[in-house]
């Protein structure tokens, strides 16, 4: 099996590399560090540390305070950190900085891998959430370095796919050193694709370990006092194609009623900045970019949040937060941001990359779901209109924040058994 995905694998090279000079039209770094991808990072990492995989944005986010706490208690081990886009690999240069080195994560052929992983020399591996690649897990097996898949999670979907490989995914689940599940549902459906009982443990969400830091906390309150002192102020982050429509469309309605409302619109993806743009322009809104460096004057209807890594910081600016990838079939993304500032959060219907993590939200009276620009309308003109309501629904969000966290001191706990003595 591995033998023919292997094969596969190399035959469908030639479509990689016009897929990545395709996407490079709207996102040049695409077409950059080709390298990379093939193995080749000599002078790019120290060898000798932690090797940290998260594939994309949301990932990276989930492994900051990770990455932080494995600084703080091994301060001599270097840390690589690999992603797999070029969004994930700006995001983890904009939250680690010169902390941490990084490159991206080579293509799973044995001599892309094999090269990566003689220059990176890791102790250990730590893969976030589930990425299961064949020959990166045999090559890791065959040289005796730990690996752990961190915050793992596997959706009822995923797993019956994998279900249909039977043995071979025993195989390779086997080879893995830990699998820190999120919950226990998530670690049943590991147990019966064939991982062993001593290869789990149960973690709980690594999203839950985010916090206002007084830092950001004391930018946000000077950014909110020059944007909008008197202003009700609401964000929409992470949109996709076909959201940003709709919350246009709401922006609209809601300015009728609340003539110095001021909209913050964050697309998902930086190919998308220009586009919204275009559509806010093509609405004849009054807007700025975030990246002019440009304060809203009263007048001001909507800012574009075209910047990398600010997510937080706006987040704190708003009064309430509608999170994208929701009103369309692209299983939303984190609740948990603008839960941390204590504001409401509302989610479209389609929340299954955040399934367990929203159902906890929903059933404590943090999230707020919507289906149309209607409702939407209906539940920000609410929540606008009675400072109470919208206090409850943020009070009850930090709340579940609150009360799920510790999963990082759970997984830091985990992988001491792999990593160097600490000097305490």
């Not at 999120?182 to 064939?194: S, W």
Request: some cysteine; hydrophobic content about 40%; overall charge positive.
């Amino acid at each position: 099996m591995t033998t023919i995905y292997t094969a596969l694998l190399y035959l469908i090279q030639p479509l990689i590399w016009l897929r990545l000079w395709w996407r490079g039209r709207k996102a040049p770094a695409y077409r950059k560090r080709w390298a990379e991808r093939y193995g080749f990072c000599a002078g790019k990492v120290l060898p000798g540390g932690i090797l940290l995989h998260s594939v994309s944005v949301g990932e990276t986010l989930a492994a900051v305070p990770l990455v932080r706490a494995l600084r703080h208690r091994y301060p001599t081990l270097p840390i690589t950190v690999t992603t797999m886009t070029p969004t994930g690999s700006e995001r983890a240069q904009s939250a680690f900085g010169k902390d941490v080195h990084h490159v991206y994560l080579p293509y799973d052929l044995p001599d892309a891998i094999n090269r990566f992983l003689d220059t990176v020399n890791p102790k250990l591996v730590i893969i976030m959430e589930t990425e299961l690649w064949p020959n990166i897990i045999k090559a890791l097996y065959t040289r005796h370095i730990p690996l752990v898949i961190a915050n793992a999670r596997l959706s009822a979907r995923s797993a019956a796919g994998y279900k249909k490989l039977g043995n071979f995914m025993r195989q390779l689940l086997q080879r893995i050193t830990l699998i820190a599940a999120q919950n226990e549902e998530d670690g049943a459906r590991f147990i019966d694709l064939g991982l062993k009982r001593t290869q789990l443990t149960v973690t709980g969400s690594l999203k839950f370990d985010i916090s206002v830091t007084p830092e950001l906390a004391a930018r946000a309150v000077t950014l909110r006092s020059q944007w909008a002192p008197h202003r009700p102020v609401w964000i929409a982050t992470s949109t996709h194609e076909g959201e940003e429509s709709i919350i246009l469309d709401t922006h609209r309605k809601l300015l009728a009623r609340f003539p110095d409302l001021l909209l913050i619109l964050v697309p998902r993806h930086p190919e998308r900045f220009d586009t919204a743009r275009e559509m806010v322009q093509k609405g004849r809104f009054s807007f700025i970019l975030r990246s002019s460096g440009e304060i809203p004057s009263v007048s001001t209807q909507v800012v574009i949040g075209d910047t990398m890594g600010e997510l937080m910081l706006l987040y704190g600016i708003a009064d309430l937060a509608f999170v994208g990838g929701s009103l369309v079939e692209r299983g939303g993304h984190n609740p948990l941001e603008p839960a941390a500032h204590a504001i409401p959060v509302l989610m479209g219907p389609y929340t299954f990359n955040f399934k367990d993590i929203c159902s906890k939200l929903q059933q404590a009276g943090g999230l707020i779901t919507v289906t149309d620009a209607a409702s939407l309308d209906k539940e920000i003109g609410n929540l606008l209109t009675d400072d109470d309501y919208r206090r409850y629904y943020g009070r009850h969000a930090v709340d579940v924040l609150r009360q799920n966290q510790g999963a990082l001191q759970r997984l830091l706990q985990l992988l001491e058994p792999y990593l160097p003595p600490r000097n305490h």
